[in-house]
Structures are given as structure tokens and as C-alpha cells.
């Protein structure tokens, strides 16, 4: 305990460092528009608006972070130190479903706020206004096409990232569902109403086609600059797109054309390593940074295509791995499992329950947009899914190599289409644990292949109350079943009142 308490005083600074994450560049805070004193006048005020990065790249999704079953969070560990949830917190109404009450709750993924501009609304009202203004400034036709075919590729994106969270799969039973408000244009006079699933998609698929016009490699001047629209980067984001719609010719095609253009992988045996980070004793892999305002090692990060993490919030919302994500690993020769599996965190605070955490760039921070080992997947997945299972296996068989210790355990075997799918899974999930794997579920569940089923994903907690973790009493079981309606996340309910009427909630 003497050491816990050392350890804890250390690293004070540093927690608070972390929570109080701000974005790196303030220029922009006050977006140029016709109501402010910063009317658009050039078009490099125009770039500028796509060129802050920090405004785009962070995806604070709870149901990414913790909907699924590669989040666990033990009783024990709770028992040991309910520091990490005091009450039911946005982050423990997620994991458990508890979405009466979720909904009551603000949330930075859907809109952001004035502090916080990584909501994915507040990134399509900066590519609405990028095309809303294209052509009344002056510019060359390159740029504006470029910042054009930029603009539609954050706007299908993040639109994407709303449908895949906030509305039920798509499919041809479920097409007539309520989708998500498509936004157009930056004026609030704009229809809230959700419209289909149907008329959601081929809004995403539209803006999909005219960023596909997108002419800016990722190389540049000998440099990947994956913070902003690239081709590649497209290329990957649309395999992404085409794999969820169960469409394996077109992810194939485009995984395909993203490697053709960049295929460079991190081998773990001899570019990743591990460092006493924070000078606490603990080790960290190499690509953490403490500070999360420190970009250098993100940025350096050489498989990115472009630049998204996955972010949780608050430094005490940690990427806790479920036991049965844990076990999917070869702890003895995979450097994934060596390297991201941070031992020793639980002692920053105070808590004598040793379990491990998911760490990557930072405390919060795990890429989540499309690279290149995701392309590998989506391409052996694919072919698999097309008949060619011995291609396929080989294709995974590329990645592995560089994330495992030599040895005759690298090299995967199938011997039918069916192993091989579920070889390919499961090193997905080793490759991408919590930044893809709500996606995942939704659409293994809703595909063609009855094999790939996930039944249902299982919590065991206390019982909770909108104000209350009822800890004295024994605890329960959790289930999301295997076609609930709660793969659809709630709708906070201060945007349906904003709504006036033209939104509506969720039915569960």
C-alpha cells in the first residue's frame, strides 16, 4: 500500500494533465461564419477549418468504448476500488444497457459542446460550411475541388459513425427504421427528423462517390499526412463501409486499392517496445505518451490512413478487456497481447486487484480510423467470404508476422471457408479490440453466415438505479441479446425537446 501511495502522488499531475486535455491550436475556436466578426472571405480560411486536426480526430463513442463484449469490467475489480464508478456514470449505464437513464445524460459524441468539438455533429457543420462557401470565395478550381471532395468524406463519415450508433442495423427488414437527421447544410432551420435507414445510406453512399473524387495521396513531400482526406484513407474508410454492408466484391476492391497505394506494417518484433513512460515503475508500449496533449507519437504512427481515435473522456475510463478478449491472445508469443496489456495500472489508483489495460497512444486515446493492418483484414476477410479461404488465410498470415514472435505458431491453417472466417475474426478482434468491435457485432449478426453469430453478450454487476450502485446486494446478470433493440444507443433526450417534435426516441 506505502508503494500504491508513492506511486499515486507521483503521478497527480500527470492524471490531471490528462483530464484536462484541450485541443492543440485555439485559432479556430470561433469558426468564421455570416453571424460572427469572422466572416470567410479566402479559402484558406476554408482549409484551415479542415486543417485542425484536433477538431476531427477523436471519436468519444460509448458504445464503442464499452457496448460490447471486449469490455469488461469485474465485480471484484469494483469491490476493490469503486473509485472508477463512484455512481452510475454515463460510462457504467453504457456497459450495462441502462438506457432510461443513459438518456437523461448530456453526450459529446452526438454534438459536442463548446469545450469539446468532437461531437460528429459538430464535424458535419464544419464540412457544411466548407461547401456552403466554396464558391464565394476566390481559389483555384484544384483547391476548391479538393476541399470539396475533403468536406463530403468527413460529413459521410461521421454520419456513418451516428447511423452504426444511434439506429438499428440495416438491413432489408429494417430499412423503413428511423436512421439519424441528415444535415445538409449549417442552417438550424433544418429538419431533425431521423427519416429511414434507407434514406440514411444512400445519403452516407452519395457523399461516399463525391469524396471518391478526392485526387490527395497520402504520401506527401515523402510524408504521410493521414490528418487529413487522402486517397488512401478513403479507399480504407469505404472497404470499412462495404464490409458492414455485407458487400465483400466492393471491400475487397477497395482494401485493394487503399494497399496498393500504402501497405506499410509495424513489425512488433523490431519497431515496438516498452518504456517506464511516466517514471513510475510501470511499463507502458512504446507509442504511449502520458501527456495527451502530445500528438508526436500519434501522428508517427506509420499504418494510420487517416487519423481517428477512439477517446474516453475521463482518465479514470479506462479500456478494461473483458476475460473473454483476454483469452483470445497467445500470451507467450503475441506482442499485441505483451505490448497493449499494461499491467500495474490499477496501482496509480490505489487498488490492490491486479487487472490489466488495454493502453496504446495514451491513457485514452486508441486508433480507430482505417490502416493498414484493418485493410489486411477486410482483404483476407473478404476473399474468404468470396470462396478463396486458402488466399484469405495467407493474407492474415501477412499480419501476423509482424505482430508475433518467429515460430511455426505465426502461420494460421483452415481447412474450409468456415475455420477460416473464424480464424480471420478472431484476429480481427486481437488486431482491433474495442474501436471496431460494437460495429462488429451489429453486422455478424445480421449477415448472411449464420456461423459468425455472436448470441448474446453477457454483464455480471450490481443492480443500479439512476443515482444509486446497490453494492450490498448480490449481484445480477446483464444480457444484450442477439437482435435487441438496444443495439441502437438512445437518443439524449435534451435533443428530442430541441427537436420540437421532429425527432424521436428509440423504441426498446
Known amino acids: 500500500m506505502k508503494k500504491a501511495i508513492e506511486i499515486s ?50 471519436e468519444p463513442n460509448k458504445a464503442a468504448l464499452c457496448g460490447h463484449d471486449d469490455y469488461g469490467f469485474p465485480v471484484a475489480l469494483y469491490d476493490a476500488q469503486p473509485m472508477f464508478f463512484p455512481g452510475p456514470t454515463q ?108 434514406d440514411t445510406y444512400k445519403f452516407i453512399e452519395s457523399d461516399l462517390q463525391e469524396a471518391l473524387k478526392c485526387k490527395t495521396t497520402l504520401i506527401q513531400d515523402g510524408k504521410c499526412k493521414h490528418w487529413r482526406a487522402n486517397t488512401a484513407g478513403i479507399n480504407g474508410f469505404m472497404a470499412r463501409y ?28 523490431t519497431e515496438m517496445g516498452e518504456e517506464d513512460s511516466m517514471g513510475i515503475g510501470i511499463n507502458f508500449p512504446t507509442t504511449f505518451e502520458w501527456d495527451a496533449n502530445i500528438y508526436t507519437k500519434r501522428i508517427e504512427w506509420k499504418e494510420t490512413l487517416y487519423m481517428k481515435f477512439l477517446y474516453s473522456t475521463n482518465v479514470s475510463t479506462l479500456f478494461f478487456p473483458s476475460e473473454d478478449l483476454q483469452d483470445l491472445y497467445d500470451t507467450e508469443h503475441d506482442l499485441r497481447y505483451k505490448y497493449h496489456f499494461t499491467e500495474g495500472v490499477m496501482d496509480m489508483y490505489l487498488c490492490d486487484y491486479p487487472y490489466p489495460v488495454y493502453t496504446f497512444f495514451s491513457m485514452n486515446h486508441i486508433p480507430s480510423g482505417p490502416t493498414t493492418a484493418e485493410m489486411y483484414l477486410i482483404k483476407a476477410e473478404s476473399q474468404a467470404r468470396l470462396g478463396d479461404y486458402t488466399q484469405a488465410i495467407e493474407t492474415v498470415n501477412t499480419l501476423r508476422a509482424k505482430r508475433m514472435v518467429p515460430g511455426k505458431w505465426v502461420k494460421l491453417q483452415a481447412n474450409n471457408q468456415t475455420e477460416a472466417i473464424r480464424q480471420i475474426l478472431e484476429e480481427r478482434r486481437r488486431e482491433m479490440p474495442f474501436s471496431q468491435r460494437w460495429f462488429d457485432l451489429r453486422r455478424l449478426n445480421n449477415n ?52 420540437n417534435g421532429a425527432m424521436q426516441q428509440n423504441i426498446y
Open 9 to 58: 502522488r507521483k503521478i497527480a499531475s500527470i492524471i490531471c494533465g490528462i483530464i484536462l486535455f484541450t485541443a492543440c491550436d485555439d485559432f479556430l475556436d470561433e469558426l468564421p461564419s455570416k453571424s460572427t466578426r469572422l466572416p470567410v472571405s479566402t479559402i484558406e480560411q476554408l482549409d484551415a477549418i479542415l486543417a485542425k486536426y484536433t477538431d476531427f480526430c477523436e
Open 91 to 198: 460510462i457504467l449505464q453504457s456497459y450495462l444497457w441502462d438506457y432510461e437513464n443513459l438518456a437523461n445524460g448530456s453526450d459529446v459524441f452526438w454534438g459536442g459542446d463548446g469545450y469539446n468539438k468532437s461531437g460528429e455533429y459538430s464535424k458535419i457543420f464544419r464540412a457544411n460550411m466548407v461547401l456552403s462557401c466554396l464558391n464565394d470565395v476566390e481559389g483555384s478550381n484544384e483547391d476548391k475541388a479538393r476541399l470539396k471532395a475533403e468536406a463530403h468524406f468527413i460529413r459521410a463519415y461521421s454520419h456513418w459513425n451516428l447511423v452504426n450508433t444511434y439506429s438499428l442495423p440495416y438491413t432489408d427488414a429494417t430499412k423503413t427504421e428511423p436512421g439519424i437527421p441528415l444535415k445538409r447544410s449549417t442552417s438550424f432551420e433544418e429538419s431533425a427528423g431521423r427519416g429511414t435507414l434507407e
Open 242 to 269: 462495404y464490409l458492414n454492408r455485407n458487400d465483400y466484391t466492393n471491400a475487397l476492391k477497395h482494401a485493394n486499392d487503399a494497399l496498393t497505394e500504402y501497405s506499410t506494417l509495424v513489425d512488433y518484433n
Open 448 to 499: 448472411e453466415d449464420p456461423n459468425d453469430d455472436i448470441a448474446d453478450v453477457t454483464r455480471t454487476f450490481y443492480r443500479i438505479s439512476s443515482t444509486a450502485i446497490y453494492d450490498k446486494e448480490e449481484p445480477i446478470i446483464y444480457t444484450l441479446k442477439k437482435n435487441s433493440r438496444k443495439y441502437a444507443f438512445p437518443i439524449r433526450e435534451n435533443e428530442i425537446e430541441l427537436s
